[in-house]
């Protein structure tokens, strides 16, 4: 198995939003830490495109979809300065199945590293705390993934979006917050954010724990997505997400 290989695919189909059969069907025998090495060779080449890695998602976040995935661990992926939207406009053109999910992304401003970071650590490394949208696209046919395939395809990361005003991470109970999404002016998803590892800071701190298994830490300036808040929505062109944030502030997303 040559993993640079199926990088070059996943990047191939990543990049023009392109489906794909799934990995494993190729490789029944593909392990985690081999899907995560084939991320990160994906996303190099990114990075060689002058696409740089501007931060981490997690997924899996959420005590349901671990269930229904049968995994007791959330998943990371990469983002790249390229998946973020400048604007809350979502052009489908290129996508393949795509769907939104509204979740918090914190700044982080100092490293956080190593086996042994706690929430405080977190807080302290946290600048602020942004309200977003993500838009995940699986590249694999009808959303149908084993754990090493949805990994190596770098967690279906596409684009996301933050709101423009940041928060303090200090005056917010995080988990408390209650979250409703609206799809052309029906309410279609609502939640509350302890559905992110019972509080969405345990997200922060079980991403540094798992890449720093590769050595690897959270930098200065890198954002965290961590993860959905309510299910995935799937959209179309022509749709409308209205997301209220009880109390903080409101997103909306127009697809084209
Ligand atoms: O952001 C997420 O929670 C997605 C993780 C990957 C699983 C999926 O595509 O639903
Ligand atoms: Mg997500």
Known sequence: MDLKEIA????????????MGKITNDYPELT?????????????KNIERND??????MGLTSKAKQISMNVEEPIYGRLTESMEL???????K?????????????FINKELKGSNVKPRDV???AEGVYLALEVIDSRYENF?????????DNASSTKFVLGTQVFSPAYTPWDK???????????????????VLNHPVHSVVELTKMINRDNLTIKPGMLVLVGGITEAVSVRAGDMLNVDYEGLDSLDLEVK
């Open 8 to 19: 070059e695919k996943i990047d191939l189909h990543q990049q023009n939003g392109m489906k």
């Open 32 to 44: 985690v830490e081999e899907a995560y090495e084939i991320q990160r060779l994906t996303i190099q």
């Open 52 to 57: 740089p890695l501007i931060g981490w998602k």
């Open 86 to 92: 400048n604007e809350p406009v979502l052009h489908v």
């Open 94 to 106: 290129n996508l393949i199945h795509p769907k939104v999910e509204p979740e918090f992304a914190f």
């Open 123 to 125: 807080w302290a490394a």
């Open 144 to 152: 149908k993934f084993t754990l090493p395939d949805v990994v190596a």
């Open 177 to 195: 917050v209650k979250v409703t999404m609206l799809k052309n002016g029906e309410k279609v998803q609502s939640g509350y954010g302890n559905a």
